[in-house]
């Protein structure tokens, strides 16, 4: 029913909060984060700005298998699909609602 949503936030952690998608990135790509070494980073540590444009910056603590590079890219080219802002507010988006908003009458319409 609440989904949270990342502008900037410098407590959303990268692999454990559940900001880019249907659930965290631990969950989705849990081989990814056993080899991460950022583990518990949040989301300003795992990238810079470079020239102006924002840069994933994921480190590993070995080199891939072939059949794990296949997950790195996918976590890659989704990452890149997103577009990040200066690196802290949380906002929190009402599910039940298309405009985002909490309204009481959003609640009272699903029962």
Known sequence: MVKCRVENDERARFWLHNW??????????????????QQNKILCEVGSWENGVWRWCLNWRRPFFAWEEILRDEILTFLNQ???ENCSIH????LCNKSALYLVNSILGNY
């Open 91 to 94: 906002s929190w988006d009402w």
């Open 82 to 84: 997103k577009e990040v």
């Open 20 to 37: 880019g998608g249907d659930d965290t990135f631990a969950n989705l790509y849990l081989r990814l984060f056993s080899v991460s070494l």
